[in-house]
C-alpha cells in the first residue's frame, strides 16, 4: 500500500442472535441464508483505485497467508466491470471458498452479495435496490441472494426456513433476518452448529462460568481461529497464540450478546479468564 493515504476501514457490522431480539418480527424483514464463507468488501476511490478487504483489514501482501484472499483479490482486479461503480459504495460479500461447511462445488470460489453500504447516507441499501445497482453498472460475476421471505414473519414460520442449503447438501448453517428500514439485521444459527464446549465447565461454578460455557461454542471457536489467521497470525489450534483467540471470543461475544455484562462480577478480566479456562480444559 506505501505511504498512500487509504480511507478509514469500514468492517460489516456484527449481527446479534435472533434470540436477543425477537421483536424484530415486529416489522416487515427480509431472510436470507446465512452463508459460511469469508466476509470480504470492494470499493473504489476516486481515483478509480478499487480496494479490497477481508473482514479485519485492507488487503495486501501481508494478509495472504489464507488462501482464497489471492483468490477473491484475482477475481477483482480482473473484473473490469468494477470500475463503473461509485466510491459513495462499499460493497459486502461471501466468498464462498471451502471453510466450515462443505457447499456444491459449482457454487464455490465465486461471490456473493450480502449488502451495499452508502457511505454517505450512513446505512445499507435495501437488498432489492442493491440487485438493481448491480444491473444499472452492469457489474459482472457477482451472485446474488435469492430472499427466503419478505413480509411479516411469524415466530412459527422460522423452523422451515432453516432447513437444507440451496448451495449444497447440508443444512443451513442459519438465517440472517434483515428489517432494512430500521438497519437492524439477526441471525439465527441452526441447532447443529450450538454445540456447547462440553470439556468445559461440567458444573459451572459461577455465572461467570456459566456464560462463558453457554458462548464458548465450537463454532465460535473456529470462527475466532480464522479471525486470527486473517489478522496475519499462523494458528493451528487454541494453543496457539491463546491470548489472542480469547480476546477475539471476548470481543465476539461481547458484541452480540445482551446477557454479557448482566452478572455480578462480569469485568472484562473475570470474563476472559473464564473463556480461557474453557479452552485449556
Not at 466468498?95 to 461447511?101: I, M, N, Q, S, V
Not at 438493481?132 to 427466503?148: R, S, V
Not at 419478505?150 to 440472517?176: A, F, M, P, R
Request: net charge positive.
Amino acid at each position: 500500500m506505501g505511504n498512500i493515504l487509504l480511507p478509514a476501514f469500514i468492517k460489516y457490522p456484527k449481527i446479534a442472535l435472533y434470540e436477543e431480539h425477537s421483536e424484530i418480527l415486529k416489522n416487515e424483514v427480509m431472510v436470507f441464508e446465512k452463508l459460511d464463507g469469508g466476509n470480504c468488501q470492494f470499493r473504489k476511490l476516486k481515483t478509480g483505485r478499487i480496494l479490497c478487504g477481508n473482514r479485519s483489514n485492507y488487503l495486501n501482501e501481508k494478509y495472504f497467508n489464507r488462501y482464497w484472499f489471492m483468490d477473491f483479490l484475482r477475481w477483482v482486479h480482473r473484473n473490469y466491470s468494477l470500475f463503473a461503480i461509485e466510491p459513495k459504495y462499499i460493497f459486502y460479500g461471501e466468498w464462498l471458498a471451502p471453510h466450515t461447511l462443505e457447499y456444491a462445488k459449482e457454487f464455490q470460489n465465486r461471490f456473493y452479495l450480502i449488502d451495499i453500504f452508502d457511505i454517505e447516507a450512513e446505512r445499507f441499501l435495501e437488498y432489492p435496490r442493491s440487485c438493481e445497482l448491480i444491473q444499472e453498472y452492469q457489474l459482472k460475476d457477482i451472485n446474488l441472494l435469492n430472499p427466503l421471505f419478505t413480509g411479516n414473519l411469524n415466530e412459527k414460520e422460522l423452523d422451515n426456513l432453516l432447513l437444507k442449503s440451496d448451495y449444497g447438501t447440508e443444512q443451513k448453517e442459519g438465517i440472517v433476518i434483515k428489517d432494512y428500514a430500521n438497519q437492524r439485521f439477526v441471525k439465527l444459527v441452526n441447532t447443529q452448529f450450538k454445540e456447547q464446549n462440553e470439556s468445559a465447565f461440567i458444573t459451572p461454578t459461577s455465572p461467570i462460568e456459566a456464560v462463558a460455557r453457554r458462548y464458548v461454542t465450537r463454532a465460535r471457536i473456529n470462527k475466532a481461529i480464522e479471525i486470527a489467521r486473517c489478522q496475519g497470525l499462523k494458528i493451528n489450534n487454541v494453543r496457539d497464540n491463546i491470548e489472542q483467540i480469547v480476546h477475539i471470543l471476548f470481543e465476539d461475544i461481547k458484541d452480540e450478546y445482551l446477557d454479557y455484562s448482566r452478572h455480578k462480577g462480569m469485568t472484562e478480566k473475570a470474563f476472559k479468564r473464564a473463556i480461557k479456562r474453557s479452552l485449556t480444559n
